[in-house]
């Protein structure tokens, strides 16, 4: 066990529809991650998070956004879904600081859009 | 794309053997980690190895390092059939953003 949890664990819906996904770090740590996994792509850096403020950017969409609450959990909002969003999406926790060391990882969400 | 390769895509072998997967990647890093994930599941951290270090030993695990190739390896020894998984590189590009190759897919043949 991580520590990491990821909620909900499955998620089904159609196109078009907004889902939130929802991550709580490990105790302690500071810096939230947020990746996609699929078939094709491989395991895709989403955004980062440090203690309530955005850090890092990656490859994600304009139809999705997330966030980092004052109690460190963080929210993944996915928009005007389409098919090939499904994936898994994982939220990863870490200490935080200048270089980034070990990610935990949560069990991640399976985002099946249909 | 900054993503590391991993090389081979996938590998099979006969329990007990060592198993070698190969990271490369293309920008200058602080450190590289690797990943084990089983199948669906979330990654778990192996090992790191810092910029300014050669090589890392752990348990089984021996990482080495190459900055002037940009490449690493991760050799498995004594593989055992619980070792079947996905492991994946990941380069920290600075930016606080950690990057993941493609993995490699290991199957432990009893």
């Known amino acids: 066990d991580s520590g990491v949890t990821q909620t909900p664990k499955h998620l089904i819906t159609a196109t078009g529809q907004r889902v939130t996904l929802r991550c709580s770090p490990r105790?302690?740590?500071?810096?939230v991650y947020w990746y996609q996994q699929s078939l094709d792509q491989g395991l895709q850096f989403l955004i980062q998070?440090?203690?309530?403020?955005?850090?890092a950017k990656g490859n994600i969409l304009e139809r999705f956004s997330a966030q980092q609450f004052p109690d460190l959990h963080s929210e993944l909002n996915l928009s005007s879904l389409e098919l090939g969003d499904s994936a898994l999406y994982f939220c990863?926790?870490?200490?935080?600081?200048?270089?980034?060391?070990?990610?935990?990882f949560g069990e991640g969400s399976r985002l099946t859009v249909l | 794309s900054q993503q590391g390769e991993e090389d081979p895509q996938a590998l099979s072998i006969q329990e007990g053997e060592n198993a070698t997967m190969n990271c490369s990647y293309k920008?200058?890093?602080?450190?590289l980690q690797w990943y084990r994930q089983n199948s669906g599941r979330g990654l778990v951290h192996l090992i790191l190895?810092?910029?300014?270090?050669r090589e890392k030993h752990s348990g089984r695990l021996r990482v080495t390092l190459d900055t002037s190739k940009k490449s690493s390896s991760l050799l498995i020894t004594a593989s055992r059939a619980a070792d079947t998984a996905s492991y994946f590189c990941?380069?920290?590009?600075?930016?606080?953003?950690?990057?993941f190759g493609q993995g490699t897919r290991l199957t432990i043949n009893p």
């Open positions: 920008t200058s890093i602080n450190n």
């Open positions: 990863a926790s870490s200490l935080g600081g200048p270089h980034t060391g070990e990610l935990f």
């Open positions: 990941a380069t920290d590009q600075g930016a606080q953003k950690l990057v």
């Open positions: 998070y440090y203690n309530g403020e955005e850090r």
């Open positions: 105790s302690g740590d500071l810096s």
């Open positions: 190895i810092r910029s300014n270090e």
